[in-house]
């Protein structure tokens, strides 16, 4: 058994999943990882220190970049579980004309480095697609997936197909009743909602999710790409969301934003640090903005950590005292976007998925 369920409240779930170098428990965050800039910022070493058992990296990059490594643990420096993606980022942001990645190869190379968990060559579905690009997304999709079928079947590696179709929630639908009959597939990821987390716009994840939850098998974990502030952590879990990723922590870190449960501020817009992490508990806001811009970048980020790891240890203990929406109800007071999210859990067809799940 790959993956176990340890714990339930409302859809979420604590669980265990088994790689090859180890077992994770979930819910779980991946921090993006960038193999080629990010450790002068903030050194994989840091990422174990925190508690941090897992990472995503990117294997498009790496093989761009360099052409082969031995083997991916070794090179990050990391003996945790190391997650690839194929590249399907670098496709959202500069599109198929700009960015070329052979299917079969990427995901030879994912198997070869020892990647534990990776994700085939999928084609993300962006957030403005018409049904017809949605449609190809999901199409090719699905070709490439059985592409790899021989290679992901052999493999020691979990792999993650990606469903497809984004806010098309027809499309998505049927994507997912398709993926579902592949076999050899460990984890099963939402597709291309990152620029939809980047806009606030959590209703339309929230749809994906809940059309995705009621056609996929519930002894799978799922994957949500791009959820990395932690607003919307304890919303995603109660609807059944087993893993997530995301390069907030850093990418907020380098524009000088500070995270909190509920809201971001500019660091400079601070007067006090409203926070008791190990960098709060040593800095303030004057002597955060006097360090270097490394060490400030790498603070701030270090920081954001925090409160993204303080976050997911709460919706466990949550899910783990049987009181997930109390929690959901105390975050919905935050933000505006998220009072929305909580009438949207009082409907009854999401209330009836989250008895089911």
């Known amino acids: 058994m790959v993956f176990e369920v340890k714990d339930k409240d409302l859809g979420g779930r604590i669980g265990k999943l088994v790689t ?22 903030v050194p994989v070493s840091l990422l174990k220190e925190l508690g941090f058992t897992q990472l995503i990296t990117n294997a498009y990059i790496i ?87 021989d290679i992901v079947e052999r493999s020691k590696t979990l792999w993650v197909l990606p469903v497809q179709g984004g806010i098309h929630l027809r499309l998505l639908r049927r994507s997912a009743l398709m993926s579902k009959e592949l076999e050899g597939f460990s984890i099963y990821a939402i597709g291309s909602p990152v620029l939809l987390m980047e806009k606030y716009e959590y209703s339309k994840v929230i749809e994906m999710i809940l059309t995705v939850k009621k056609v996929l098998p519930i002894d799978k974990p799922i994957h949500l790409f791009g959820a990395g502030h932690p607003m919307i952590i304890p919303f995603i879990v109660a609807l059944g969301v087993d893993m997530f990723d995301s390069a907030s922590y850093i990418l907020y870190a380098r524009d000088g934003r500070y995270i909190t449960e509920g809201i971001t501020y500019k660091l400079e817009d601070l007067d006090y640090l409203p926070c008791e992490c190990p960098i709060c508990s040593k800095y303030d806001v004057k002597s955060l903005l006097e360090l270097n811009v490394e060490e400030r970048i790498r603070n701030l980020a270090l920081h954001n950590l925090y409160v993204i790891l303080r976050e997911i240890k709460r919706v466990k203990v949550a899910i783990r005292e049987g009181r997930l929406w109390e929690l959901l109800e105390e975050r919905g007071r935050s933000h505006p976007s998220l009072r929305y999210l909580l009438t949207l859990f009082r409907r009854k067809d999401i209330s009836k998925l989250i008895e089911l799940l």
Do not use: C, W
Request: glycine share 6%; charged share 25%.
């Open 20 to 41: 090859k170098s180890g077992t994770i428990e979930t819910p779980a965050f991946f921090p993006v990882i960038n193999p080629l800039k990010q450790f002068k910022e």
């Open 63 to 149: 093989k761009k970049s360099l052409g082969s490594i031995q083997e991916i643990h070794k090179f990050l420096g990391f003996d945790g579980v190391v997650m690839t993606d194929s590249g399907a980022y670098q496709l959202l942001r500069y599109g198929l004309r700009s960015v070329y990645i052979d299917p079969v190869e990427i995901v030879r190379f994912q198997d070869a480095v020892g990647s534990d968990i990776a994700v085939i060559a999928d084609i993300p579905t962006r957030d403005d697609a018409t049904y017809e690009e949605a449609l190809y997304s999901v199409e090719e999709t699905l070709r490439r997936a059985k592409m790899v079928l």
